[in-house]
């Protein structure tokens, strides 16, 4: 089992910046995958950044040019950049961690995610 563990949540001001970690832990084995995913009040939960174990990175458009996610090290951990903050960016944040098996003729996918850390825009 993955568990992973987030931190660095906070009420910042527009415009403001907030940097975001999470340590993944546990029966790791090879994470293919992590990323990022928030929740604001009324709304699904969506896709903010996710990188893969070869380093390829995807952003939602809402926050390209803005965030940056990047991995530890050790690639079990994964880090987010978040600049120029808008209110809208507010939601908890969950880290997420993608895992792919292969056993004959079956390919496996797992997804781990974090408890959510609160991220607060606002004046």
């Known amino acids: 089992q993955v568990q992973l563990v987030e931190s660095g949540g906070d009420l910042v001001q527009p415009g403001g910046s907030l940097r975001l970690s999470c340590a993944a832990s546990?029966?790791?084995?090879?994470?293919?995958?992590m990323g990022w995913y928030r929740q604001a009040p009324g709304k699904q939960r969506e896709l903010v950044a996710t990188?893969?174990?070869?380093?390829?990175?995807n952003y939602a458009d809402s926050v390209k040019g803005r965030f940056t996610i990047s991995r530890g090290g050790a690639k079990n951990t994964v880090y987010l950049q978040m600049n120029s903050l808008k209110p809208e960016d507010t939601a908890v944040y969950y880290c997420?961690?993608?895992?792919?098996?292969?056993?004959?003729?079956?390919?496996?996918?797992?997804?781990?995610w974090g408890q959510g850390t609160q991220v607060t825009v606002s004046s």
């Open positions: 997420n961690a993608h895992r792919i098996t292969m056993e004959p003729n079956k390919r496996n996918d797992y997804d781990y």
């Open positions: 990188i893969t174990s070869d380093g390829r990175t």
């Open positions: 546990g029966t790791i084995f090879s994470l293919d995958a």
